[in-house]
């Protein structure tokens, strides 16, 4: 993980971020999602400069996207600077997401 997936992590790991439950390196289809949160189809990237203007990203995303699923992206410069601001963006998302069950794990627990 770079610096700044390392900081993210520590933010959204073991429920620490309001009792949500984020997954890192995640696959899902033929892609690896570095962080995501299942119930609310929210994917959370976490970019350095080899991303800027990449159109395998955007082809990346639009899949995603068909599959439900929504992505934020952010710059690694930004999580390490802004933390508090790229937390709140992302609680933002995660209250205006529509909350789906988690596919991995069984019902009832």
């Known amino acids: 993980m770079t610096e700044a997936e390392r900081l993210l992590w520590c933010h959204l790991r073991a429920h620490r971020f309001d009792g949500q439950k984020f997954r890192r390196q995640q696959p899902i ?9 299942f119930g609310a189809r929210l994917i959370v990237e976490a970019d ?19 599959q439900g699923f929504q992505v934020l992206r952010f710059w690694n ?6 933390t508090e601001s ?9 209250r205006e997401a529509p909350l789906s069950p988690d596919p991995s794990t069984p019902a009832g627990t």
């Open 29 to 37: 289809g033929p892609y690896i999602a570095d962080f995501v949160h």
């Open 48 to 66: 350095g400069g080899q991303h800027a203007e990449s159109s395998r990203d955007a082809v990346r995303d639009a899949w995603l996207k068909a």
């Open 77 to 82: 410069h930004d999580i390490l600077q802004h």
């Open 86 to 94: 790229v937390l709140e963006a992302i609680w933002n998302a995660l």
